[in-house]
């Protein structure tokens, strides 16, 4: 609480405005795609004074900026088999928008701890070394808190090559990357999702899977 009021005041200072009673508190993740305003960098996160209605101004948090420029997506131009536990929301939310490379398409499942797997074709087992997640436009209750990333060459015995818990997160169409331990080569890729962030559904934007350039 006191870093966030902290970093309230220093924005109030920087941006020229006084606490008043129409400035939305810190972490409030509406009107984001609309948003225009001074960005500056504080306590780790690019802050930006935004200004998305005449009336009302808001300070939100945004998240450090992602350098993924050394990785290449290992699904990106191949035609990999995309299944996932759990039917979409609606049609066109699929777990294909996973792999699009589209953040405005998303894979949304009325089940908070679905799996997502990725399978190569036959012969093509990347040297994974890190992957992605980016969020999706709405409804931050949805987003993946903890999960297993696996890798099988059958699809039936999985071998544990990633665990994350406590995941957060501070704005719609975050990327937040995830390098591993160890390179991993498989033909298939699973995402296990065992905790959201308390919706009844889960959903992310994309999702990547890097190997070194
Ligand atoms: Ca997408």
């Not at 009673?21 to 996160?45: N, R």
């Not at 931050?140 to 999985?158: F, H, I, M, T, Y």
């Not at 719609?172 to 065992?194: G, H, I, M, P, T």
Request: net charge neutral; aromatic share 12%.
């Amino acid at each position: 609480m006191i870093k966030h009021m902290t970093l309230l005041l220093g924005v109030a200072f920087l941006a020229g405005w006084c606490c008043a009673e129409d400035v939305l508190p810190i972490g409030h993740k509406s009107s984001y795609k609309t948003a225009v305003g001074t960005e500056y960098v504080s306590a780790g996160l690019i802050e930006k004074t935004w200004k998305t209605d005449p009336k009302v101004d808001g300070t939100w948090p945004m998240p450090k900026p992602v350098d993924t420029s050394m990785y290449k997506d290992a699904t990106d131009g191949v035609k990999g088999e995309i299944t996932a536990s759990t039917a979409p929301s609606a049609e066109k939310e699929g777990v294909k928008c996973l792999f699009d490379n589209d953040q405005k398409t998303k894979y949304c499942t009325p089940n908070a701890t679905p799996w997502v797997q990725y399978k190569f074709p036959d012969g093509v087992k990347p040297s994974i070394v890190a992957y992605s997640f980016r969020t999706a436009n709405d409804a931050a209750e949805r987003d993946p808190k903890e999960w297993v990333l696996q890798g099988s060459n059958d699809g039936k015995e999985w071998t544990d090559i990633d665990a994350q818990k406590g995941v957060e997160y501070v704005s719609r169409f975050e990327l937040k990357l995830f390098k591993l331990k160890a390179a991993a080569s498989y033909q298939y890729y699973r995402l296990v999702v065992k905790a959201n962030h308390g919706g009844e559904h889960f959903q992310l934007s994309e999702i990547e899977l890097f190997v070194n350039k």
